[in-house]
Each structure stands twice: as C-alpha cells, then as structure tokens.
C-alpha cells in the first residue's frame, strides 16, 4: 500500500506554488471587485502544461491523472488565483474521448485555445433524468436538447445557468440528451446559435461565471458515453473540493499565526481552548478533505465504481471545510477581519459561491447518500 | 498511490487468509453473554494456535517470539480476521502495547519471563494508568508504591476503566514514587501479579449494563524488588512509549473499528422509504463523508508507519472523528428504525450506549484537541498553575482551593 503523493506530484505542486506564488493574485483579487482587471494566468498555465494536463501524450499532453489535475487547483485555490481550469480541465477530458479533431484536441492540449465545460448532471436513484443548472431556485432545469445530424453533427437546444469559465472560451463542451441518453456536443469559436452572457452580480470576482444559450446551434457529437461523461461532472467536483483545500490551508495558517501574536487579557488568544479547538475543527476537516480528495484520484484511475461516491464526498467535505475555516479566520481576527481591507473576506466570498456551483455541497451530500444506499 | 498488495504483501496475504480458512472452526464466537470464563478460555486457546501459526506479534522483534515483520502485515492479517468474522486475539492491549513497552524498557529477564507467554495468550495483560482522579491529566496519578529497606515495594491506590482485570495474570501500572518530586518526574512504572495479595477487582458497568472495563484496588499490596520497569522515577518516558504504540494500534485498527458508511448504509437502506427520504439522505450523506474521511486518513497513515514514521498528534483527530460519525449514525438509525433499535438485543442499541464513553476512552476530545492544536498548530499552551512544584505541595494547593 501507498497512499501518499509520488515524488512527480510533489513536484509539481511546488511548481504550481512556485508559479502562481509570482502574482499578486490576492490583492487582484480584491481589486476585481471594485472593476479592476484580473492578472491573465492563461500563458503561465500553457507554460506549465497544466491546459494539457487530461490529455493524452499522443495529442500534445501530458496524460495525467485526476490527483495531478487537483494539486493545480488546490494551490490556485490557495491563493484564489483565477486560472480558467475548472471550466478547460473536465472539457478536455471530454473531448478526449473522442470525436474531436486531432488538430483542435492538440490546441486544446497546448492551451491555442481555451474550453469551458457545460455541465450536466446525471441523474441517480431517485431521478435518472440529466439536469443542468436553473437559473434560480431548487427545481433544476432539464438538460439542453440534442438532435443528431449526418456528418457527426448535432443540433442542440437550452440553457445551462452559472458555467465557470464560458465567457471567452474557444471552444464549448457542452453535455445535453438525446433520446439514447446522454450526449456530448462540442462547439468552436463563434460557432452559430451559441450566446455566453456574463453573469453579473459578482460576488467572488476570481470566479467568472456565464449563462449559454443554445438556439439551433449547430456542434459536432462527440465520442465520449455515459461512463465518461458521468465522470466529468464528478471531476468537476473533485476540482471545486482541491481548491477549496489550498484556500483552507491558507485560512488555517493565517487564522494560527494570528492567534500566536494577538494577545487578549494577557494571553495570546491561541492559547485558549475556545480559539485552540476551533482551529484544531479545521485543521480536522482540511486534513479529511486532503484524503477524501486522494481517494478520488485514486478511484478516477483504478476504481472507477467508486469515483461518484468519493468525489462527492470530497466536494462536501471541502465545502464545508472552506466555509469553517473562513468563518474562523474572520472570526480570530476579530471585527477587522471582516473590513473591505482584510483578505479574510475574499475567502469567504470563495467559500459561499464556490459551494452553490454545479448543484451545490447539499447535492453532493445527497449524491454521496445514494451511492451508498443504493447499493 | 496505490491501495492493492505489493506480491509479497499479496502472497502473505493468501497465507494468511488460507490458513483462517483452515482454522476458522476451531475460532470461539464472537464474544456475547453468557459463561465468561468458558467463553475466555475459548478465546485463549483461539490466541494460542493463531501464536503458534506466527499471527501475533508479528511486529515484535523475533528474539522475542515475534516475527520481525512490518506494521503493513498486521493490517493484513486484521483485514483477513474481520473479513473471515472470526475474533481477533484475546489480548490486544498486552501484545499491542504493553508487551511492546516491556520490550523498550524491560530488563533481560522481563523479557525473559513475560513476553512469551504474553504472545500465546497463557498470561493476559491489563493496563493499570487511569485513575479516579487522573485521567487527561495522566501524571497527576496518586496511587502510591513506597520502597522498603530490603529493596521490594508496597503499593496503595486505586485504578479504573480497567478491560481484561478480571481475568488479567498481570497488570502494567504507573505509580507515584516520589511526591516531593514535580508531578511527571516522581513517576515508576511497575509489573503488578493481578493475584497478589491485596488486589480487589471490581467490574464497572457501562450504559449498556455490560461491564466493559473493572476498577482495581491495591490495598497494601507487595511487590518484588525487580517489579520496576525502566528506572525508577523514570515512569513518565516508560507510560509515553505505551501511549505511542496505543495510537499505533488505533491507527493501524481504524478499519476494525467497524464504523464504516457501508456497514450504517445497509442498516438504513433496509427502509427503502427512508433510504429515498431527503432529510434522511443528508444526514447520512454526512456522517459517511466523515467516516470516509476516516478510512482513507487510515491509509494515509499506514503510509507514513510503513515508511517508518511514528504517528504524532495528529492521529488522534481520527478517534474524534470516528466517535461523532458514528454518534451520528446510531442517533439516525435510531430514528429511521424508531423503538425497535433501542431493543437490548438488537447492535443498535448496544452501539448507542456504547459511543458516549468512548468519547472519554483514550484521551476525551477535548484533550486531543490541546495536544493538537498546541503540538500540531504550535499554538501556545494554556496557562498551567502545576508547574515547577512538588506533586505533594500542588495537591495541598488544590484541596485549599476546594475548600474556600
């Protein structure tokens, strides 16, 4: 047994630290909320190779694993770098099942271009129908509606609300049902039919966020089923739960160093149980977050079965875990951790939008309950 | 990462697992009610052949009687006994840490006298630190073993939360052996034959109606001049090395702990209504991402213990998870089941009384979180007012406190 990063994965994640360790990503952070532009983190992730990460070495990439996706994302999380990976990785996972020319798989791998993944949700024990994210409210909307052509082409109709990363995408991924099930439909730049509006109302502004709309829009089928396509949504899962780590880690580290050098009634406030037990609570729930998402990447590869179950437990323990932790850095830091100037706020902004995406923690909590009782 | 064998982990694994195979009709039942002492002797003579085939303390040193093997291949051998659903052994606090502590701190003849026919379950071990008064605060321990002129030594205390006393031949114990001393340094660990003179054992019973652990008194009782283990006044570093290889045992235990979502999973999937039921789902989709989190934390140190890491604070966030998960679980089932669960027979019911004590046992959660978040976090201590005065001279101050 060995159930501990390889010395590549070590690596890498200290080069990912390294590389978004060069920008000021925290204070842009801050600054995009009152309108100021974001650093643009596309070239250091072509350079680094993470745009090839899911894609195979034949089309340009690295062939890597989940686990490897997940190291990226939780040191971007740690630092709330906003890096369009959620959105390119699952999509390029997709797509590189199939169906896609090599050429455009290629600039996908090199980063050329840039994919968003429009997600679907798959259905489970309760409700076997794919839904996609409402724009508002508990009921979720029916997946986009798609009608295969000749040719490997397809015509798709809906909408999908709140896609990470749609605006300015080259290419769209998008999941939708036919008849037969669940379908793949891939679309290029300025493909026809197709409208990404920004969502507006920012509220986590290292988060960008568009609605799609598909009116007779013409994309080409891709290969991927419903195993591949299932496990998209759930590697999306598993991504929204790394990030959340790093920036847990970070709330952490901030939330103890605070508590050793502010001092209330002659003590540093670190040394009383109150403040000691909470910050013990996150370092618990970022430490079981750590081995829920090492138990995803393990299952992506050698235990398929598993992947839903342990994604979605990864994605619950790391939502909540995110929104203790920048509770309680906030809360250590007494009322000046929750002004506009403090980076506390920007945690918790993370942590309230990042657990509303792609059906939200509670889904995920009920996924993970249906996988294991329906067995 | 990968969670399958090595070959040669795989091929001891097939031995062992035949070999349960084997033998598995010789394995006493599971312990229940009923005829204590036969049921013991059962499970003595099911330690012994498993001794004799070389399945315990396979992480002792050969010289010993063990077989020098890794922590990895006593996993494998709990993982093939939980699987089989055969007992383990009798004795798991002796040859998991007492026997352990006897070998890092014994003399020669210790070893020589003890450890063999600890391994073949001939002579059980008890675990004598907890105190009425003195259980998180471990060195504040009164029981008191004074040294007489001719070298041997007089014992006066009492011990609690006791497993195994009642059938234990010998038990570890920490005494106070110099009370002018600074509570951790007038501390001596001691060898005590549970059939000695002067040595009451009464049983302790739970919120199940089970007794699960003893309280022991020592009135007077004598014990030998070589009955010290490690040096006198030296206790403290000998009771630290018991509770080192006591978070190993937990840590290298945590899959037979059997708090595991599939096992609560099948409990309320039984109920296809509640099993469809939203409340239900959500509830039980949280505790099984905690005890999930607990399996694979599990493998995360089993990790670190194989490449020769001992496990630090840390481990012990394992058992607070475990405990509230699976609090969490027995309240749901409880309320998915109705009355039915809290049936005496039923392991429901067992399981919930159980729980609220093991939140104590081993360190309360409270404790765990001090020694993380001060070890871990290296957030300062809490002021102490025990410091740097004799054991004798604090307890007057904490009587006089009392007493205003």
Known sequence: MNFDLSDEQVLLREAARDAFGRVRTVEAAREALEGGELPDLWPTARQAGWTGLLVDEEHGGAGLGAIDAMLVAAEAGRVLASVPLLGHLPATAVAGGGGLDDETLGKLASGELRAAYVAARPGDDVDPAWTVEPRSGRRRAPAPQVARGGDGLATVNGTVCWVPDAVGADVLVAVGVDADGPVAVAFGPGAEGVAVEAASGVYDATRPLGHVTFESACGRVLAAGEDELRRAWFLAHALIAAESLGAVEECLQRSVAYAKERYTFGRAIGSYQAIKHALTEVLRRQENTRSLLYYAGWAYEDKPEEFAAAASAARAAGGAALDFAAREVISVHGGIGATWEHDAPLFFRRAQLSRRLLGGTGDAVDRLAGELLAV | ???????????????VRAWIEQNASQAPATRGRGDEEAAVAAHRAWQRRLAEAGYVGVTWPAEHGGQGKGPLQQVVINQEIARAGVPGILDAIGVGMLGPTIIAHGTDEQKQRYLAPMLHGDEVWCQLFSEPAAGSDLAGIQTRARQAEDGSWRLSGQKVWTTNAQFAAYGLLLARTDPDAHKHKGLT???????????????????????????VFFDDVELAPDAAVGPVNGGWGVALTTLMFERLTIGAGSEGMGYRADRFAAAIASDPVAAKDPEVRARFGELATELLALRFTGYRLLTAI???????????????????GAIAAGDLIADVLGPEALDPESEWSYLISFLPGLKSAGGTEEILRNTVGERVLGLPPEPRLDKGIPFSELRAKERQEVAS
Not at chain 2, 3 to 14: K, M, S
Not at chain 2, 193 to 207: F, K, N, S, Y
Not at chain 2, 306 to 322: F, N
């Open chain 2, 189 to 215: 660990m001691f060898v005590v034959p549970m059939d000695a003179a002067g040595v009451t054992i009464r049983p302790l019973r739970q919120i199940s109606g089970e007794p699960e652990f003893n309280e």
């Open chain 2, 306 to 324: 194989s490449r020769g890491q001992i496990p630090g604070p840390e481990a012990g966030m394992g058992k607070i998870t475990a405990v509230n």
């Open chain 2, 1 to 15: 990462m990968d969670l399958n064998d090595t070959p040669e982990q795989a091929a001891y694994r097939t031995e």
